[in-house]
């Protein structure tokens, strides 16, 4: 059983920075295709950033130039470093996980982490 539990969230003021963090067990390959997403009240989940399990890296066009995401070599970590942060980053923030197909910054994962809470006041 795939297990996801993301940390570092918290209230930052604007342009400032979060790094966010997902551990992951429950497998031991990994190249697992990976991703974050984010969701604010009344909106739905949208893709930051993900990373294939050829290390292919995609940025939502809103967070290019102040997100990276990056995973450790033995695949048990995902992080998000965020900069730069702005009010509009506010939201509930998600790691997820696939073993066979690379969605990319489509939601359509197979497992999901409970979530961790980025506020950006201004």
């Known amino acids: 059983q795939v297990h996801l539990v993301e940390s570092g969230g918290g209230s930052v003021q604007a342009g400032g920075s979060l790094r966010l963090s997902c551990a992951a067990s429950?497998?031991?390959?990994?190249?697992?295709?990976m991703g974050w997403f984010r969701q604010a009240p009344g909106k739905g989940r949208e893709g930051v950033a993900s990373?294939?399990?050829?290390?292919?890296?995609t940025y939502a066009d809103s967070v290019k130039g102040r997100f990276t995401i990056s995973k450790d070599n033995d695949g048990g970590t995902l992080y998000l470093q965020m900069s730069t942060l702005k009010p509009a980053d506010t939201a509930m923030y998600y790691c997820?996980?696939?073993?066979?197909?690379?969605?990319?910054?489509?939601?359509?994962?197979?497992?999901w982490g409970q979530g961790t809470q980025v506020t950006v006041s201004s």
């Open positions: 997820a996980a696939d073993p066979l197909f690379c969605y990319g910054l489509s939601p359509a994962y197979r497992h």
């Open positions: 429950g497998y031991t390959r990994t190249d697992y295709c």
């Open positions: 990373i294939d399990s050829d290390g292919t890296i």
